[in-house]
């Protein structure tokens, strides 16, 4: 079952400049989308969401792109820090229930 | 800020054996929900829980497995007869009942099965 799919499972980027990570998803049904951050031993933290009715959501740093035709979403943290250090997590919803969860993405920050 | 939390941090127990995985969802929320990450997997679903009945489960929630809430703030999973493949990390989670898709994770309890 991979309705939602991170491919990249480690992203390496310089602290000051922009990171990008990449979400893809199969089920059309989802209508909410949803990121996590997650550190080593502690639960994934609510970072941004996205409804379907929306192509794009900000929120200070961190930006979330949907593009429905592509089943296709992305988050942009700029400018990366080195606390932005974790793995991210993107999540779909459908009729506000359970949430399935991609791979996740490592994303190391370089000072 | 208002949290999920959860209880033990870390819960050794033998094959067969019963355990109880504890969370205190944040106190104005409704809806509950467990999830599961196996060592090196994605974060699974398991169970919704909502008005005091289960509303939703996945595959993996089988006879072994059970929710409670007991009071009015508690949120409990019991597995009946452990298995070495229930070694996970088990996270809890709410959300508030309108407005608001996000949902609220605690720092997960690691079940180790010997």
């Known amino acids: 079952d991979q309705q939602v799919k991170q491919n990249s499972p480690s992203l390496s980027v310089q602290e000051g400049r922009i990171s990008i990570l990449n979400c893809d998803y199969t089920n059309s049904m989802f209508d909410y989308f949803l990121w996590y951050k997650k550190y080593p031993a502690e639960g994934p933290t609510f970072l941004i969401s996205i409804s379907s009715i929306k192509d794009k959501n900000e929120d200070g740093r961190f930006t979330v792109f949907l593009n429905k035709s592509a089943k296709h979403l992305s988050l942009h943290i700029v400018p990366s820090q080195p606390g932005d250090s974790a793995v991210y997590f993107c999540a779909a919803s459908f009729g506000n229930e359970k949430l399935t969860f991609g791979t996740g993405t490592r994303l190391t920050i370089i000072p | 800020e208002p949290e999920v939390t959860q209880t033990p941090s870390h819960q050794v127990t033998q094959m067969g054996q019963e355990v109880i995985l504890r969370c205190v969802p944040i106190?104005?929320?409704?809806?509950f929900y467990w999830y599961r990450q196996i060592l090196g997997q994605k974060v699974e679903f398991l169970v919704s829980?909502?008005?005091?009945?289960?509303?939703?489960k996945s595959e993996i929630f089988d006879d072994q497995f059970s929710v409670e809430r007991p009071d009015g703030s508690n949120f409990t999973l019991k597995i009946r007869s452990t298995k070495l493949e229930d070694s996970a990390m088990y996270f809890c989670?709410?959300?508030?009942?309108?407005?608001?898709?996000?949902?609220?994770f605690g720092p997960g309890t690691r079940l180790t099965v010997t």
């Open positions: 829980f909502y008005n005091n009945e289960i509303s939703e």
């Open positions: 106190s104005n929320h409704l809806y």
């Open positions: 989670a709410s959300r508030p009942s309108t407005g608001s898709y996000e949902q609220y």
